[in-house]
Structures are given as structure tokens and as C-alpha cells.
Nanobody, 124 residues
Framework: QVQLVESGGGSVQAGGSLRLSCAAS????????MGWFRQAPGKEREGVAG???????DYADSVKGRFTVSRDNTKDTLYLRMNSLRPEDTAMYFC??????????????????WGQGTQVTVSS
């Protein structure tokens, strides 16, 4: 069965860095678009970064220049490098997989499979 397992979350001070990982199994990872999403308490889930099968990427405006999404198809793993973290980045972070579109989408409805999430907390 499809599994997406996030790891790497934690608590950091503002300005710090974290790298999230998402280990995928149960589907052909290299054939799927992948995305990172986050959800803070009381807020809707929002797209953070996405990467298509050919390596094209897109980012939410709020994280451009600070976050980098990448994938390793040899390890079936998705990554999110987060630098210059801010308190407003505090949220549960989820990875997701969806069918290849030919472009990168940050819309939740484009993704079929979801992980359970990893918590990121940034203190000021």
C-alpha cells in the first residue's frame, strides 16, 4: 500500500534551519509529482513547495528564497530544506504525491496520497 512517512521536524529558533524528509513506498515514486504542504492550528492547509517528475519546482511566495524542495528518485525520498525559519513557519508539515501534470501544482486537490505529517515549531 502507499506510504508517505515524514521526518526531520522539530523545534528551532528563528533564523535556524531544518531539513524534512519524506520516504515513499507502494507506488512508482519517480512517476509522481510531489509536494510539501503545511497546516497551522486554525488555518487551512497550504501548499509550500512542489516538484514535478522532471525536476521543475514551485514555491509559495512566503517561502521563496528560504526553502528548497528536492527529490532523490534512487531513494524514493522527497526533501525540504528550510533556512531562515520564522515563527510564522510553525505548522504541521505534510508531504503528498499526485499524478504527473506537466506543471507544478500547490493545490491540495491535485494530490492523492498524504503522509501523517511532522511538526515544525519556530520560536522567536
Amino acid at each position: 500500500q502507499v506510504q508517505l512517512v515524514e521526518s526531520g521536524g522539530g523545534s528551532v529558533q528563528a533564523g535556524g534551519s531544518l531539513r524534512l524528509s519524506c520516504a515513499a513506498s507502494g507506488f512508482t515514486f519517480s512517476s509522481y509529482s510531489m509536494g510539501w504542504f503545511r497546516q497551522a492550528p486554525g488555518k487551512e492547509r497550504e501548499g509550500v513547495a512542489g516538484i514535478d517528475t522532471d525536476g521543475d519546482t514551485d514555491y509559495a511566495d512566503s517561502v521563496k528564497g528560504r526553502f528548497t524542495v528536492s527529490r532523490d528518485n534512487t531513494k524514493d525520498t522527497l526533501y525540504l530544506r528550510m533556512n531562515s525559519l520564522r515563527p510564522e513557519d510553525t505548522a504541521m508539515y505534510f508531504c503528498a504525491a499526485g499524478p504527473r501534470l506537466g506543471w507544478v501544482s500547490l493545490r491540495t486537490f491535485r494530490y492523492n496520497y498524504w503522509g501523517q505529517g511532522t511538526q515544525v515549531t519556530v520560536s522567536s
